[in-house]
């Protein structure tokens, strides 16, 4: 069974190492940034690039998920404290909390591997503070992906979401339903909907995301960054879409 990194320089934003080390180091390192809705499979194309081109995936919600155990354990920082505040309160990180995390986590940015980030930037004072570290240490971004998916799509595919509440394991009412309608094919357990998959909330999100998310689609089209792939279709048909895509950017971009 094939090892997966821990990714620990991340999570934690010290110094501890990563479990795995890159294989290979690149004079220019792929940079991506990775854009798209819930409900798009933007995490099923994550691990698939991650693994295809040999970059990092540093995940913002890994981290503000990893925040309360890190603190129970007295190794959250003071920027991961606060940022765990506002979340407990049910409320945004503001940007300067945000910029403060990825800051503390600079080297994993540098690193020769390359990284593919999620979750950040959300918004444009985010992006224009990447680009500025970027240029700083006189490297940039090698593309943007955007995942779309028409809003009815993406509402098929969330409101058919049904979740277990013992395993956590995930079902979907006809892409991949449980042998026993309603319970879970691993630990028997009744299955559920979760509130935000009912299908008024997911268009509330989906609201949500392009009123945040459309100016920063922008600010990357303008810098020719924007590589935006159809997110319809199985998970493979779609990674072959973006590999398609990406070989467009330059030759400089393969495994």
């Known amino acids: 069974m094939k090892t997966k990194n821990d990714r620990a320089s991340w999570i934690t934003g010290g110094r501890v190492p990563c479990s795995i ?14 854009l798209g809705a819930p409900g798009v499979g933007k995490g ?8 295809y081109y040999g970059v990092c995936h540093l995940s913002t919600g ?22 765990l505040n506002y979340m407990l309160r049910g409320d945004l990180v503001p940007d300067e909390i945000v910029l403060e995390l990825i800051h503390e986590r600079m080297r994993c940015l540098m690193c020769g591997g390359g990284f593919m980030l999620d979750g950040f930037p959300r918004t444009v004072a985010q992006a224009e503070a ?17 995942y779309e998916l028409p809003i009815d799509q993406v509402v098929a595919r969330l409101s058919g979401r049904r979740t277990c509440p013992g395993c956590k394991a ?9 042998k026993v309608e309603g319970v879970c094919d691993h630990c028997g357990e009744s299955l559920y909907q979760r509130e935000d998959d009912v299908p008024e909330s997911v268009r509330v999100r989906m609201d949500a995301y392009e ?20 997110a319809d279709g199985s998970p493979a048909e779609i990674f072959n879409r973006t590999k398609a895509k990406l070989k467009n950017v330059g030759p400089e971009v393969s495994p």
Request: contains cysteine; aromatic residues 6%.
């Open 21 to 34: 080390l890159p294989k290979v180091t690149r004079a220019n390192p792929l940079r991506f940034v990775l």
């Open 44 to 51: 099923t194309q994550a691990e698939r690039i991650s693994e």
């Open 62 to 83: 890994d981290v503000f998920r990893a925040a309360k155990d890190l603190q129970e354990k007295g190794t959250a920082s003071p920027t991961m404290t606060r940022a």
């Open 130 to 146: 990447l680009s500025e570290f970027l240029e700083e240490k006189e490297c940039a971004l090698t593309a943007v992906l955007n």
């Open 170 to 178: 995930v079902f979907h009412v006809t892409a991949q339903p449980p």
């Open 211 to 230: 009123a945040n998310t459309r100016p920063l689609i922008e600010y990357y089209s303008k810098r020719d960054l924007l590589v935006t792939v159809e």
